[in-house]
């Protein structure tokens, strides 16, 4: 199985980024692992057809800075990894998620 390693920068806020880069990502591939590192960055490990990396990756460009070399595409329907690591460039390393105030 071959192993892709992408790394892309953001220049949305994180919020709007992750669900545009979610909502490209289920078009072509699946989410076997997701972490995030506070509001700086986040890392996808996906499984996706080769034949479809170029068409994933395209799509993308729309909304990421890529910041990785050439990736080689091939036409076959076997499975790939894909390392997907994404910086969010408004990030301040300092995540703090406000939790609602629930009556007593």
């Known amino acids: ?3 892709h390693y992408w790394t892309a920068i953001s220049h949305e806020e994180r919020i ?3 669900s545009d880069i979610t ?3 289920d078009r072509y591939a699946i989410v076997l692992n997701f972490q995030r590192f506070s509001d ?4 996808l490990l996906l499984e996706v057809e080769e034949c479809r990396l170029k068409e994933l990756q395209d799509d993308l460009n ?3 800075s890529w910041d990785t070399g050439e990736t080689q ?5 076997a499975d790939c990894i894909v390392f ?3 910086t969010f460039a408004k990030g301040t390393g ?4 406000e939790n609602p105030n629930i009556p007593e």
Do not use: G, T
Not at 40 to 43: E, L, N, T
Not at 73 to 77: A, D, Y
Not at 94 to 97: K, M, P, R, S, T
């Open 1 to 3: 199985m071959h192993r």
């Open 16 to 18: 709007q980024a992750i």
């Open 23 to 25: 909502r490209i990502v």
């Open 40 to 43: 700086i960055a986040m890392s």
């Open 62 to 64: 729309a909304i990421l």
């Open 73 to 77: 595409f091939i036409e076959s329907k």
């Open 84 to 86: 997907l690591n994404v």
């Open 94 to 97: 300092d995540l703090q998620i």
